[in-house]
């Protein structure tokens, strides 16, 4: 079929010394590699290399005319006639040693597709063993990474975690699991130190995106001029002293899974349209790019504040509200479910001597009724923080009420009242109004719990059982500076 084109006697005749070139290069592939086909344009071979023909159990005359798949199982030429793309470099698996081929289009001067040409181009990867070896070490390297990344982002708690089994505490767990299989923005709302945290590492554990990461934000805890870049990624060089290959954000770490937003309400103004925008329209724009990713996220957001008061003043957008608010999940306060007591001093007990290696595992009765009578402002977070301290400074296995008080007073006691009030008033008349007493209160009680910690904000917090953003933000409310 192929006769052999002798050198062009004419150096100045271009189309013989081109009929020359692409004889002598098929001629060379076809000598060095280990087996060619060529089919046409309907995928049926019109001729095949006699050892080529052998490897697959045919030859070379009886395959002419048959569809390479025949003649070559799993062979993809027909998809390069199809398409008319060429696949330069593959490894086709056959019943011996692997093969590495190359695939490519055949075209008449017009562009049209006459049919394809293939070359086996080495018997196994031992030619590339040094690639392969080096590739193969990289993927390694990269899926043990990858492993490490996904283990970190899934969830770490589930609703086996929410302990308690008051009629508040179930109906939530009930509520939640509904909501973990709705793919719907879900807000968690409940004071500081409730558990939001918690609950959400439980709904993404029990949803259809579990197998996906869980990216947790505090909102509180990014800069406003650093949040875009956060939430949306940085593109390649966008700014100097960005990073060369660029910087993913968290709705692209999140992609597949859910994002966690703590604290919803302290994102500032300006980022909320842009989040907005991102969850209606599932696309972003990362910082310094012109270009738009798609996101397949779910969110869960969570707060203490009054969201729909901040609406009303304006400081929240309504429409982010009602986005975020599709399915809402109200935290009780501890104060609310007392009868959660036993089980979660039980539990929290057991995970302290656990971590800590403390003897102490149990409450007495007194120390019960003394922890019913408390009134809990930072919630759960609050008795964590007492029980961890009593623990490590118990020396028994059982804690009772006197080795709790101490530490309860400091947090659960008001403030001293001296016998005269400042405006006058003796001590046993109430007057003035009830928002600038409860202020003034609040503004004592915060001035007392930071002298009691020496003026650190980091401890106050801890004592108080409230998070260092929520106690930063009330010590700038109310002007108090440490």
């Given at each position: 079929?192929?006769?052999?084109i002798?050198?062009?006697?004419?150096?100045?005749?271009?189309e013989e010394?081109y009929?020359?070139a692409?004889?002598s290069?098929f001629e060379?592939?076809e000598?060095?590699s280990?087996?060619t086909?060529?089919?046409d344009q309907n995928a049926?071979?019109v001729?095949?290399?006699s050892?080529?023909a052998a490897?697959f159990g045919?030859?070379?005359?009886?395959?002419?005319g048959r569809?390479v798949?025949e003649?070559?199982?799993g062979?993809?030429?027909?998809d390069?006639v199809h398409?008319?793309?060429?696949i330069?470099?593959d490894i086709?698996?056959t019943?011996g040693?692997?093969l590495?081929?190359m695939?490519?289009?055949?075209?008449?001067e017009e562009?049209?597709?006459?049919g394809?040409?293939?070359?086996?181009?080495y018997?196994?990867?031992?030619?590339f063993?040094p690639?392969?070896?080096?590739?193969?070490?990289m993927?390694?390297e990269l899926?043990?990474?990858?492993?490490?990344?996904v283990?970190?982002r899934?969830?770490k708690?589930s609703?086996?975690?929410v302990?308690?089994?008051s009629?508040?505490?179930?109906e939530l767990?009930?509520k939640?699991r509904r909501?973990?299989?709705?793919?719907?923005?879900i807000?968690l709302?409940?004071?500081?130190?409730?558990?939001k945290?918690?609950?959400?590492?439980?709904?993404?554990?029990?949803?259809p995106?579990a197998?996906g990461?869980?990216?947790c934000?505090n909102m509180?805890?990014?800069?406003?001029?650093?949040?875009?870049?956060?939430f949306?990624g940085?593109a390649p060089?966008?700014?100097t002293g960005?990073?060369?290959?660029?910087r993913?954000?968290?709705?692209?770490?999140a992609?597949?899974?859910?994002?966690f937003?703590?604290?919803?309400?302290?994102?500032?103004?300006?980022m909320q349209?842009?989040?907005?925008?991102?969850l209606?329209?599932?696309?972003y724009?990362p910082?310094g790019?012109n270009?738009?990713?798609?996101t397949?996220?779910?969110i869960?957001?969570?707060?203490?504040?009054d969201l729909?008061?901040?609406v009303?003043?304006k400081t929240?957008?309504?429409?982010?509200?009602?986005?975020?608010?599709v399915?809402p999940?109200q935290?009780?306060?501890l104060?609310?479910?007392?009868g959660?007591?036993?089980?979660?001093?039980?539990?929290?007990l057991?995970?302290v001597?656990t971590?800590f290696?403390?003897?102490?595992h149990?409450?007495?009765q007194?120390a019960?009724e003394?922890l019913a009578?408390h009134?809990?402002?930072?919630?759960?977070?609050?008795l964590r923080n007492?029980?961890?301290r009593?623990?490590?400074?118990?020396?028994?296995?059982i804690l009772?009420?006197d080795?709790?008080?101490?530490?309860l007073?400091?947090?659960?006691a008001p403030?001293?009242?001296?016998e005269q009030?400042?405006?006058?008033f003796?001590?046993?008349?109430?007057?003035?109004?009830?928002n600038e007493?409860m202020?003034?209160?609040?503004?004592?009680f915060?001035?007392?719990?930071?002298?009691?910690?020496q003026?650190?904000?980091p401890?106050a917090?801890m004592?108080?059982g409230?998070?260092?953003?929520?106690l930063y933000k009330k010590l700038k409310?109310?002007n108090?500076l440490?």
């Amino acid at each position: 079929m192929f006769n052999k084109i002798p050198w062009p006697q004419n150096l100045d005749n271009v189309e013989e010394l081109y009929s020359w070139a692409i004889y002598s290069l098929f001629e060379s592939v076809e000598n060095h590699s280990e087996g060619t086909v060529i089919v046409d344009q309907n995928a049926d071979v019109v001729w095949i290399n006699s050892r080529y023909a052998a490897r697959f159990g045919s030859t070379s005359q009886n395959a002419i005319g048959r569809p390479v798949e025949e003649v070559i199982p799993g062979s993809q030429m027909r998809d390069v006639v199809h398409s008319g793309r060429p696949i330069l470099l593959d490894i086709m698996e056959t019943k011996g040693p692997p093969l590495v081929v190359m695939r490519l289009p055949i075209k008449n001067e017009e562009g049209d597709i006459l049919g394809a040409i293939g070359f086996a181009l080495y018997d196994g990867l031992n030619p590339f063993s040094p690639l392969v070896a080096t590739f193969s070490r990289m993927k390694s390297e990269l899926d043990s990474i990858k492993g490490v990344l996904v283990h970190e982002r899934q969830a770490k708690y589930s609703f086996q975690n929410v302990i308690g089994q008051s009629p508040a505490i179930l109906e939530l767990k009930n509520k939640a699991r509904r909501a973990a299989q709705r793919d719907v923005p879900i807000l968690l709302t409940g004071e500081t130190g409730t558990g939001k945290e918690l609950l959400a590492h439980a709904i993404h554990g029990a949803s259809p995106r579990a197998g996906g990461p869980l990216v947790c934000v505090n909102m509180g805890a990014i800069p406003e001029s650093l949040m875009e870049a956060e939430f949306f990624g940085v593109a390649p060089g966008a700014y100097t002293g960005a990073l060369k290959s660029g910087r993913m954000g968290k709705l692209e770490l999140a992609e597949g899974g859910t994002l966690f937003l703590d604290e919803i309400g302290d994102i500032p103004l300006t980022m909320q349209g842009k989040l907005l925008r991102a969850l209606q329209e599932k696309e972003y724009e990362p910082v310094g790019s012109n270009r738009m990713k798609k996101t397949n996220i779910r969110i869960i957001a969570a707060t203490s504040a009054d969201l729909p008061e901040m609406v009303a003043r304006k400081t929240f957008r309504g429409d982010l509200y009602y986005r975020l608010n599709v399915f809402p999940l109200q935290i009780p306060p501890l104060r609310e479910r007392a009868g959660c007591l036993p089980a979660l001093t039980e539990r929290i007990l057991k995970d302290v001597a656990t971590q800590f290696k403390t003897a102490c595992h149990g409450l007495g009765q007194d120390a019960l009724e003394l922890l019913a009578g408390h009134s809990w402002p930072g919630n759960v977070r609050e008795l964590r923080n007492i029980l961890e301290r009593a623990a490590m400074l118990a020396e028994g296995p059982i804690l009772g009420a006197d080795e709790i008080r101490p530490l309860l007073l400091p947090v659960g006691a008001p403030p001293s009242v001296p016998e005269q009030h400042t405006s006058g008033f003796p001590s046993d008349r109430i007057a003035g109004d009830y928002n600038e007493a409860m202020k003034n209160f609040e503004t004592e009680f915060l001035r007392q719990a930071l002298a009691e910690a020496q003026g650190s904000v980091p401890q106050a917090a801890m004592r108080l059982g409230l998070g260092r953003s929520t106690l930063y933000k009330k010590l700038k409310t109310f002007n108090i500076l440490p």
